[in-house]
């Protein structure tokens, strides 16, 4: 059985609008855009330091049938 679930989660950020580091150069990507891009794929990045992520919710969003 497989489930699916929607985590809120709520993010500080130091100065959102500038580049963000080790890759906002070339892909011209502010913080808070830099920031979403790296949690959908991964966890450890340059400039994370200057992000506080914390979790506010998990809400159920029931079974998925295959």
């Known amino acids: ?3 699916r679930y929607k985590i809120v989660l709520n993010v ?3 100065d959102p609008d500038k580049p963000f580091p080790a890759g906002g ?3 011209h990507l502010s913080r808070i855009d ?3 891009k790296r949690l959908t794929s991964d966890l450890a ?3 994370a330091d200057a992000v ?3 979790l506010d919710k998990v809400i159920d969003k ?3 049938r295959e």
């Open 34 to 36: 830099g920031v979403v």
């Open 52 to 54: 506080k992520i914390s």
């Open 62 to 64: 029931g079974e998925i």
């Open 1 to 3: 059985m497989k489930k």
């Open 12 to 14: 500080e950020i130091t």
């Open 25 to 27: 150069d070339y892909t």
């Open 45 to 47: 990045w340059i400039g």
